[in-house]
């Protein structure tokens, strides 16, 4: 079976496929990434193949991940995003879903959805975070005022209508060219009047299944790839990890909104009123190694499975994957969110008891992170980090994703 993945995002966005792909070139099934060019290596390292999606990702997170995006300023930058080279994107996303016998599409990737309709092929959406209605919490990315379960349920019907209004508008023309009729007030929740199935790639321990949603709605546990092996740590990094108590893991990984040198300033300064030690990451924005205190290390990327076993506990942006990584490793867990689900994240982090509160990358302070870094120590929190841990190894969310492909694939054929 030839299954082609469609997904835009940041490296959070691709590396659940890598891991999945695992899985299902084990059950005999080759796997194609469809994203940006700076991940080809990535993909083609891990023994997939890759197809390009021409796009500016550092844009889309400025666009869609920065401070305070919502609502229609989301909207707006999708459309900006888009129209830098809009024939080329379709293109591109055409020509990798055509040869496909089954099409994986993230929120992002859903432009394989109209492929999908048009060539007839299977296809099943992929998600990090509750995308379907529910009134337990708002929809991910949409303002969590305390209006009670009819504001929750409202925000999904208003996600959807914004989705609904920039397909009309950007999409309509491209449509017409792929055999099918106009986009008028559909949903990407149904396709040709079923609905769509759906893998949501996250655990059931932070955020159980809502007693609303239909069978073809699947939460299967996080898809992490087990990357402890892989990983060259420099030898400083080895030194600094040996010389003295576990320190704290504090990186925010493709963000990229926002000043990160009055962020660097703050961090230390806390550490400094902490006086913990702590490995400072940078991403795709680097942090200043210069006149670093010999409390604190500064590493390019090192992989999560290698490294955060080896940490006292983990502060991070909050995408999905990271927050799988720091929790599997039993630690608790700080989220500084920048936005999209990331606030959603830290909340359930927070709720389940495994992390402080949240806090916003915009409402960032000195006294709010000192505080914050103190709480990493309780004792409590590390002993309910231990327990999320034990029960999130238990899952597979890879095979179980595996299963339900192969259980779909037998039923529509």
């Given at each position: 079976m030839n299954v082609v993945a469609v997904t835009i995002g940041s490296t959070g966005d691709i590396q659940p496929f890598l891991a999945l792909g695992c899985v299902l070139s084990k059950a005999g099934h080759k796997l194609?990434?469809?994203?940006?060019?700076?991940?080809?290596?990535l993909i083609e390292k891990r023994g997939f193949s890759f197809a390009p999606i021409h796009g500016d990702e550092d844009l889309m997170m400025k666009l869609l991940i920065g401070d305070g995006v919502t609502g229609m300023a989301y909207m707006k930058g999708l459309s900006a995003l888009l129209n830098k080279n809009k024939d080329e994107i379709?293109?591109?996303?055409?020509?990798?879903?055509?040869s496909a016998d089954l099409i994986l599409y993230t929120i992002l990737g859903s432009l394989a959805y109209h492929v999908a309709e048009s060539l007839k092929i299977p296809c099943m959406r992929t998600i990090f975070c509750p995308m379907d209605k529910t009134g337990d919490y708002p929809i991910p990315g949409m303002k969590d005022w305390p209006l009670?379960?009819?504001?929750?349920?409202?925000?999904?019907?208003l996600s959807d209508i914004g989705f609904s209004l920039f397909t009309k508008q950007e999409l309509n023309a491209w449509r017409i060219s792929l055999g099918l009729g106009k986009w008028n007030g559909r949903s990407y929740h149904e396709m040709l009047g079923k609905p769509v199935e759906t893998l949501y790639a996250y655990s059931g321990c932070l955020a159980p299944k809502p007693k609303v949603w239909g069978e073809h709605l699947h939460i299967t546990g996080f898809w992490t790839l087990n990357d402890e092996a892989v990983a060259s740590a420099d030898e400083g990094l080895v030194r600094f990890l040996k010389d003295g108590d576990k320190p704290i893991y504090i990186g925010f990984g493709s963000m990229v909104g926002g000043s990160f040198e009055e962020m660097q300033?703050?961090?230390l300064e806390s550490l400094k009123n902490t006086g913990q030690r702590a490995i400072l990451s940078s991403g795709w924005r680097k942090f200043s190694d210069d006149k670093l205190p010999p409390n604190v290390y500064?590493?390019?990327?090192?992989?999560?499975?290698?490294?955060?076993?080896?940490?006292?506990?983990?502060?991070?942006?909050?995408?999905?994957g990271t927050t799988a990584a720091g929790l599997l490793a039993g630690k608790p867990t700080l989220i500084i969110?920048?936005?999209?689900?990331q606030p959603f994240w830290g909340r359930q982090v927070y709720l389940s008891g495994a992390g402080p509160?949240?806090?916003?990358?915009?409402?960032?302070?000195?006294?709010l992170l000192t505080e914050r870094l103190r709480q990493l120590e309780d004792e409590q929190m590390q002993k309910t980090a231990r327990q999320l841990a034990k029960q999130l190894s238990a899952e597979d969310g890879c095979q179980r994703a595996c299963d339900i492909i192969e259980h779909y694939l037998r039923k529509v054929k």
């Open positions: 194609t990434i469809v994203t940006f060019p700076r991940f080809q290596a379709l293109d591109d996303v055409y020509n990798a879903c055509r009670g379960r009819w504001y929750n349920r409202l925000t999904y019907s300033h703050i961090i500064c590493v390019d990327f090192v992989p999560h499975g290698w490294l955060f076993p080896r940490v006292k506990a983990v502060v991070h942006h909050g995408g999905a969110h920048f936005g999209g689900d509160k949240p806090i916003a990358r915009k409402k960032l302070t000195l006294s």
